[in-house]
């Protein structure tokens, strides 16, 4: 799978890089010349969480291992005005590494790595409280022959915990200095800036070239690993007093959250909720955006003289903007909640009570963080999928994860379900609207997991791969993390809108609005216009299922991006609309008033299996290093996209919905 498998490539992989680092070497002399610091450490130790703390960088994190899965660039300046270029790298727990992402670090940082010589300095981030385990991979990376630093990072938890650290004596036993940094508050990595600006950190001497370190293998990595093992074992005997930690308190939440009964119906519950939520909470502030939209289309179409350049901003601009505008309120409680259960150390407790189901469909539990990253987006879902060491898990996972329902999908889907189904409550409390929303994100998984279980079908090797992943420990999700999440969020989505959305509108405007119709016509111009006679030859294959020409010309720019084809239905109404005052109808009750529910139901199911996601493919692209699967990935979903809206449309259209 990866040619760094191969000795022969990784002998020439090397023999390469050392030339590039001799050629660096030369610029490393310069007394101006910025740091090149790189953070190596376990997973979950909070490498990122500094990182961003340290350059201002707003890199993903949270409460679970395999976050970073590449290598990511930042500057700080420290109070003594020195440069420092640092690397955030993938976490691992030995430089013997076993999957993609740590294959990045581990090259990275002994210079294996055909482009990048190794750092000049390696911060080895450890998490305080897990000494233990954190300290073998200092050790181990002392080899390297790097000037190395080492941060006694979450050092808060530490201290709750009433763990007690001789840094003076650690340092001397390792032979590197040894600071504390709190990765999660304001002024945590202020020890790390000082030490920077330190004679010492001033003088580092430069990795020698001699002796370059080399993966061990077959009996020398065992002894080398028993030995590693001793000698943290000192070093915790003579620098660390910890008490008996006290788990109580976790292990009885384990007892209800890994429970196979009581932890399965929790999680249904907690994402059921969380639906019921993006629905019933998003309401009012929807409504405010949605007026402020309409009103701003109203006083623009007033003042204005009529026009083309009118129509261009009321009917593209702002009707296609605006369409997709309303939904942030929505997308932004659906990653309220993503957050806190990132952050709070549950997420890896599904996957472990999942491993068992996913097993059945030839899945591993390993497959659980990157097919739930995909709930935000395929893209980081797709990426995340480095930490699977098996390449056939891995590859599996990456095909079924566009089927996991994206947030690009969410003002598609709440657009719909807004218009077609009745905001009432059954059962004395649910929300109908949150129900049907539930479904079709259950539908999803259902879905991705009826195409592994096919794929499995066509395997030989059915062997499955046991699923090995620390538990975190639980912690409240910090309301600064969260709040920086949500603005993350908010700003991509934004940027979309801003983006994307917008361009697509102001072209599809004109491909809507030329050529005009001819004189005396009453219907609607678009019709007569480029985009209404590709619409119409596109109906011809869309029509059997259910699909009217105006859905079929939102359809060619949400090729792009899911959330694309909502502002193209708005531009494509808006122009399609008979009244000057197109935007005092907006487009919810507009489609439900056009379309039939066969047809809507139909659409549903387009975007619950359709590739409509360029970003997507070229992520597949990248990662599977080719064309070939993401050629199957999209024969395979538009496959499915097609035969399930037929059916749907059919049976709806027979039980009178049509
Ligand atoms: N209490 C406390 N929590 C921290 C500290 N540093 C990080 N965290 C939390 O620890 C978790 C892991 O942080 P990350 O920065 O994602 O860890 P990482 O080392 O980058 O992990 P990988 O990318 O998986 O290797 C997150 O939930 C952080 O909010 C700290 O100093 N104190
Ligand atoms: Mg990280």
């Keep these: 799978m990866n040619a760094r498998d191969n000795p022969k490539t990784e002998q020439l992989v090397q023999n390469i890089s050392l030339q590039n680092l001799n050629a660096g070497s030369a610029t490393a002399a310069d007394p101006n010349a910025p740091l090149r610091a790189a953070l190596l450490g376990n997973p979950n130790c909070g490498k990122t969480a500094l990182f961003n703390l340290l350059t201002g960088a707003r890199q993903k994190v949270a409460n679970y291992a395999g976050v970073t ?30 999957s993609d992402d740590e294959r990045i670090t581990r090259d990275i940082v002994s210079g294996l790595h055909g482009r990048e010589a190794p750092p000049e300095l390696l911060i080895c981030v450890t998490d305080a409280t897990h000494l233990r385990l954190n300290l073998r991979l200092v050790l181990e990376a002392r080899a390297l022959g790097l000037p190395m630093l080492l941060v006694l990072n979450m050092s808060d938890m530490a201290r709750r915990q009433g763990i007690v650290v001789d ?13 504390e940094s709190v990765g999660v508050r304001l002024d945590g990595g202020k020890e790390l800036l000082n030490w920077l600006d330190s004679e010492q950190a001033h003088s580092l001497k430069a990795p020698s070239m001699e002796g370059r370190w080399q993966p061990k293998a077959g009996l020398g990595a065992k002894e080398q690993l028993l030995s590693l093992h001793q000698q943290v074992a000192d070093m915790m005997r003579d620098a660390v007093r910890e008490p008996q930690v006290d788990n109580q308190r976790a292990d009885r939440i384990d007892a209800v959250v890994l429970h196979p009964v009581w932890g399965t119906l929790l999680l249904l519950v907690t994402l059921f909720l969380i639906f019921q939520a993006v629905f019933s909470w998003a309401e009012p502030l929807m409504e405010g955006i949605e007026g402020g939209v309409a009103s701003f289309g109203q006083w623009v179409g007033h003042v204005m003289p009529d026009g083309v350049l009118r129509s261009l901003l ?13 939904f942030l309120p929505q997308i932004l409680i659906l990653f309220f909640f993503i957050l806190v259960l990132e952050d709070s150390g549950y997420l890896p407790r599904a996957a472990f009570l999942l491993d068992r189901i996913m097993g059945t469909v030839g899945l591993s539990g390993r497959s659980f963080i990157p097919l739930l990253s995909s709930f935000a987006c395929a893209v980081p879902g797709i990426m995340a999928t480095r930490s699977i060491s098996s390449w056939r898990d891995r590859l599996l996972t990456i095909m079924i994860a566009p089927l996991m329902t994206c947030s690009a999908r969410l003002p598609v889907y709440a657009l719909l379900i807004g218009a077609f189904i009745p905001e009432q409550t059954v059962g004395g ?11 079709l994100y259950v539908g999803g998984i259902v879905s991705a997991m009826a195409v592994a279980w096919v794929a499995k079908l066509f395997r030989t090797n059915k062997a499955r791969t046991p699923l090995m992943m620390e538990l975190p420990a639980y912690r409240w999700p910090s309301i600064r993390s969260l709040a920086l999440g949500l603005y993350e969020r908010a700003i991509i989505f934004l940027r979309r809108v801003g983006g994307i959305i917008l361009t697509v509108s102001i072209v599809l405007w004109f491909l809507a609005s030329y050529p005009g119709a001819p004189e005396g016509v009453t219907e609607g111009a678009i019709r007569y216009s480029f985009a209404g006679q590709i ?12 699909f009217n020409w105006q859905i079929a010309i939102a359809l060619v720019p949400g090729m792009a991006a899911r ?9 494509v109404y808006a122009l399609s609309a008979s009244s000057d005052d197109a935007m005092a109808q907006q487009l919810g009750p507009l489609i439900a008033h056009t379309w039939s529910l066969a047809t809507a139901l139909s659409l549903l199911m387009w975007f619950v299996f359709a590739p409509q996601c360029i970003s997507t493919l070229a992520i597949v692209k990248r990662e599977t290093n080719g064309w070939r699967y993401p050629l199957i990935m999209t024969s395979y979903m538009f496959g499915l996209a097609y035969l399930c809206s037929f059916i749907t449309y059919r049976v709806a259209v027979a039980f009178g919905a049509g």
């Design 535 to 546: 619409g119409r030859w596109l109906e011809v294959v869309l029509a059997p299922i259910g």
């Design 314 to 326: 009321v009917d593209g601009v702002i009707a296609g903007t605006g369409a997709v505008l309303v």
């Design 563 to 571: 959330e694309v084809a909502v502002g193209a239905l708005g531009t």
């Design 429 to 439: 409390m649910f929300n109908l609207q949150g129900l049907v929303l539930f479904a």
């Design 167 to 179: 840094k003076a004596k650690l340092s001397q036993a390792l032979g590197m200095p040894v600071i």
């Design 69 to 98: 899965v590449e290598r990511k660039e930042g500057w700080l300046s420290t109070p003594g005005k020195r440069r420092v270029r640092l690397l955030d790298l993938p976490g691992t727990y030995s430089l013997h590494a076993h």
